[in-house]
C-alpha cells in the first residue's frame, strides 16, 4: 500500500513562514496528481493545493493563493507546501493525499491515500 507522511509543522507567528513537506513510498509517485488538504477544528477538510504529476500545473484555493506554494519532486517522491504569510486562520491539521483521477483537483473524493497529518498553528 501507498503510505504518505507529513513533516514540517509546528508554531508559528502570524505574518511568519513553514515548509511542509510529505513523504511518499512506492515506485508509481509520478504518476499521481498530488493535493494538500487542512482541517480546522469544528470544520470540515477543504482543498489547499494540487499539482500536476510533472509539477506543470498547480491550483489554490482562494483563501491560499499568492501565499503559498506547491511543489514536488518526483526523483525523491516528495511534495511540499510552503507557506508564507501565515495568519491565524491557517490554522489546521494539513494533510497531504495522492489523486487517483486525471485530475482531481479540488474533490476530496478524487484521493485515495492520506498522510497522517501535521499540525499547523498560527499565532496572532
Known amino acids: 500500500q501507498v503510505q504518505l507522511v507529513e513533516s514540517g509543522g509546528g508554531l508559528v507567528q502570524a505574518g511568519g513562514s513553514l515548509r511542509l513537506s510529505c513523504a511518499a513510498s512506492g515506485r508509481t509517485f509520478s504518476s499521481y496528481n498530488m493535493g494538500w488538504f487542512r482541517q480546522a477544528p469544528g470544520k470540515e477538510r477543504e482543498f489547499v493545493a494540487s499539482?500536476?504529476?510533472?509539477?506543470?500545473?498547480?491550483y489554490y484555493a482562494d483563501s491560499v493563493k499568492g501565499r503559498f506554494t506547491i511543489s514536488r519532486d518526483n526523483a525523491k517522491n516528495t511534495v511540499a507546501l510552503q507557506m508564507n504569510s501565515l495568519k491565524p486562520e491557517d490554522t489546521a491539521v494539513y494533510y497531504c493525499?495522492?489523486?487517483?483521477?486525471?485530475?482531481?483537483?479540488?474533490?476530496?473524493?478524487?484521493?485515495?491515500?492520506w498522510g497522517q497529518g501535521t499540525q499547523v498553528t498560527v499565532s496572532s
Open positions: 499539482i500536476s504529476r510533472a509539477g506543470g500545473t498547480t
Open positions: 493525499a495522492r489523486d487517483t483521477t486525471v485530475w482531481g483537483r479540488t474533490s476530496i473524493s478524487a484521493y485515495d491515500y
